[in-house]
Nanobody
Framework: VQLAESGGGLVQPGGSLRLSCAASGIAFSFNAMNWYRQAPGKPREWVARILPLGATTYADSVKGRFTISRDNAKNTVYLQMNNLKPEDTAVYYC??????????WGQGTQVTVSS
């Protein structure tokens, strides 16, 4: 199983980025996918989830600014991040839990919001 994030970078406050997570080795269309993030010196926190049929939920801190989506034909989940704030600076991780103690993390992609 591999989860490979991409799309991070440096952006000014108020800017936008789109993260991607390409999955392999799993029945992607049958699994919920999540984004988490971890800022320096802080615990990892959940950001957003998308269920197999597309229902979404978000952390209060990103609601209205971030959008999670998925393309099951490409085995890819996305995180569109708009109106970015300095407090969004973190390493962003893709995560899925297949049950039976089989859960997987990507390697992470750095997002830095700074002027």
């Amino acid at each position: 199983v591999q989860l490979a994030e991409s799309g991070g970078g440096l952006v000014q406050p108020g800017g936008s980025l789109r993260l991607s997570c390409a999955a392999s080795g799993i029945a992607f269309s049958f699994n919920a996918m999540n984004w988490y993030r971890q800022a320096p010196g802080k615990p990892r926190e959940w950001v957003a989830r998308i269920l197999p049929l597309g229902a979404t939920t978000y952390a209060d801190s990103v609601k209205g600014r971030f959008t999670i989506s998925r393309d099951n034909a490409k085995n890819t989940v996305y995180l569109q991040m708009n109106n970015l704030k300095p407090e969004d600076t973190a390493v962003y991780y893709c995560y899925t839990d297949l049950g039976l103690d089989r859960d997987y993390w990507g390697q992470g992609t750095q997002v830095t919001v700074s002027s």
